[in-house]
C-alpha cells in the first residue's frame, strides 16, 4: 500500500502562486507515475499534470501549460505542484495520486484517474477574483 497526504492549499488571489505537497510513504518502490487532479463543484476530476517516478517527460493539461510545474524530490518521496498566476477557474480540490504501472511511452494526459490505484484526501484551493 502506498499512502499520499497533500498539502499547500489555501485561498489565494488571482495572479497569485500556492505549491502544492504530495508526500508519499509506504510501499514507495511500487510507483511508476504520478498526477495531480482537481475536481471542482458539479465538476468532474480531471487531469492537472503527471510524472513519472524515475523522471522524464512531464505532462500537463492545457488549461495550466505555462503556469503550474510538477515536479519530484525521490529522497523525500514527494511530488509538488506549483501554481503560478492563478485563476478564479482554477478553484477546485486538488488530488495528487499514483499509479504502480502504465504501458511505456503512454501519455500521462490520456490515462483516466479510474486508472490511478493510491489517492490523497485532496486540498482546497480557492481563488478569488
Known amino acids: 500500500q502506498v499512502q499520499l497526504v497533500e498539502s499547500g492549499g489555501g485561498l489565494v488571489q488571482a495572479g497569485g502562486s500556492l505549491r502544492l505537497s504530495c508526500a508519499a510513504s509506504?510501499?514507495?518502490?511500487?510507483?511508476?507515475?504520478m498526477g495531480w487532479f482537481r475536481q471542482a463543484p458539479g465538476k468532474e476530476r480531471e487531469f492537472v499534470a503527471g510524472i513519472r517516478w524515475s523522471g522524464g517527460s512531464l505532462y500537463y493539461a492545457d488549461s495550466v501549460k505555462g503556469r503550474f510545474t510538477i515536479s519530484r524530490d525521490n529522497a523525500k518521496n514527494t511530488v509538488y505542484l506549483q501554481m503560478n498566476s492563478l485563476k478564479p477557474e482554477d478553484t477546485a480540490v486538488y488530488y495528487c495520486?499514483?499509479?504502480?504501472?502504465?504501458?511505456?511511452?503512454?501519455?500521462?494526459?490520456?490515462?483516466?484517474?479510474?486508472?490511478?490505484?493510491?489517492w490523497g484526501q485532496g486540498t482546497q484551493v480557492t481563488v478569488s477574483a
Open positions: 509506504g510501499r514507495t518502490f511500487s510507483i511508476y507515475a
Open positions: 495520486a499514483a499509479a504502480r504501472f502504465f504501458a511505456p511511452g503512454v501519455d500521462l494526459r490520456s490515462v483516466g484517474p479510474n486508472r490511478y490505484d493510491y
